[in-house]
Each structure stands twice: as structure tokens, then as C-alpha cells.
């Protein structure tokens, strides 16, 4: 979406974003947090560590969180469905569904269904443009510059998905639906009195050295 109406102090009109590996890259504590989910022989330390994981808002947290949903012991199962739930990112959705039939423990089922409940709705909000009543920006992603050997539409459903995800996952954010118009868009942002910004990515294919 290009927004040039909206050019001014309360608009950035396009952001060059680079899409790297630090989209996806969680921090030094992160990384320690997901090292004792997987590695630990103390299910009360993979308990702690997924919960923990839960708030870190890093989309790097989902994938080990869905791993941990298959963990021999139910307290660290039950845990890890409730950071997915927490995490608010669209991508743990599918796993989520996908373990719900093969969990044997009650108490871990219903806590999948609470996060898929709660995955659900914030998808549908976000493509309904909701907007989320302690916004202060709205960020419009924009069309992909595709320089990858991947399809525009594969890289429009990775990209755009982790991106939304990871904002709607940050207090004070709001994501415009998918092909909003110029006009929508600022008609939202002057009436919520947000600041704006329109990203622009540019996916480069990797250099293997």
C-alpha cells in the first residue's frame, strides 16, 4: 500500500526494511530460555523456561514452544500452550491444532483450545484492522521487492505473517488489513490520532560463502 497523502511529521511514507535473519533472532536471553526448554532434565526448569518464553514477545520463541508441546511430562506441555497463547503469534496456530487430538491429559487440552481460542481471535481481528485501545502507531506492511528464488505468494504469506504477528504481539501497535487504501488509512490515523508508517521490504535471496 503507498501511502504519499500521508507524507508529513506524523507519517514516515516508506521504511526500507531489509528482512534478515534478525527479524527472527531472539536475544542473548532469549536464546538461554529456549537452550533450558529443550535441554534440561528438570521438567520445573522446562516448566519456567516456557512460561518465560511466553512474554519474551520474540517470534524466535514459537517454534521450541511448539516442540515442547510434545515434552514427556503434562506440566511443561500445559506451559507451553499457554506461551503460544501469550506470544499472540499467528504461526503457533497450526501446531497448536495439531496436538490438541493427540494430547491424553484434560488439564493440557483445555489450555491448547484456551491459546487456539485466543490465536484465533487475534487473527481475525487483525484482518479486520481492529484497533487495539493503547495503539499509538499503525503500521501498514507494504508489497514485498522479491529478490529471493521463492514465489511472490510464498514470501507474501512468511514475511507478512511474521511481521504482523510480531507487532500485534507489541503493546502500542496496530496493523492495517492486508490492501487497505490510502484513504482508509488515513482516515484511521486521524481519528485514533496515530502515528503511521509504511514498511517496505526487500527480501534478498541468501549468499552461501
Known amino acids: 500500500m503507498h501511502l504519499p497523502s500521508l507524507r508529513g511529521s506524523r507519517w514516515l511514507p516508506s521504511l526500507l526494511?531489509?528482512?534478515s535473519s534478525g527479524l527472527a533472532q531472539a536475544?542473548?536471553?532469549t536464546?538461554?530460555?529456549i537452550r533450558q526448554l529443550?535441554?534440561?532434565d528438570d521438567f520445573r526448569v522446562r516448566t519456567q523456561a516456557a512460561l518465560a518464553l511466553g512474554v519474551s514477545k520474540e517470534a524466535a520463541a514459537v517454534s521450541p514452544l511448539c516442540g515442547a508441546l510434545g515434552d514427556n511430562h503434562e506440566a511443561v506441555r500445559g506451559a507451553s500452550a499457554a506461551a503460544l497463547g501469550k506470544l499472540k503469534n499467528p504461526e503457533g496456530l497450526p501446531c497448536l491444532k495439531s496436538h490438541r487430538d493427540k494430547e491424553s491429559n484434560a488439564t493440557v487440552k483445555t489450555q491448547i483450545d484456551k491459546s487456539i481460542q485466543t490465536l484465533e481471535a487475534a487473527a481475525s481481528a487483525g484482518d479486520k484492522g481492529e484497533i487495539p485501545a493503547n495503539a499509538k502507531w499503525y503500521i501498514s506492511?507494504?508489497?514485498i521487492n522479491n529478490k529471493t528464488s521463492r514465489t511472490d505468494a510464498e514470501?507474501?504469506?512468511?514475511?507478512?505473517?511474521a511481521m504482523a504477528g510480531k507487532l500485534r504481539s507489541l503493546d502500542g501497535y496496530a496493523v492495517a488489513p492486508r490492501g487497505e487504501k490510502t484513504d482508509a488509512a488515513k482516515k484511521i490515523i486521524q481519528a485514533k490520532k496515530l502515528k503511521g508508517f509504511e514498511f517496505q521490504i526487500t527480501a534478498e535471496a541468501?549468499?552461501?560463502d
Request: net charge neutral.
Open 27 to 29: 536475544s542473548g536471553k
Open 17 to 19: 526494511l531489509l528482512v
Open 38 to 40: 529443550k535441554e534440561s
Open 206 to 208: 541468501p549468499v552461501y
Open 141 to 143: 506492511i507494504g508489497k
Open 31 to 33: 536464546d538461554e530460555l
Open 155 to 161: 514470501l507474501e504469506g512468511v514475511i507478512r505473517s
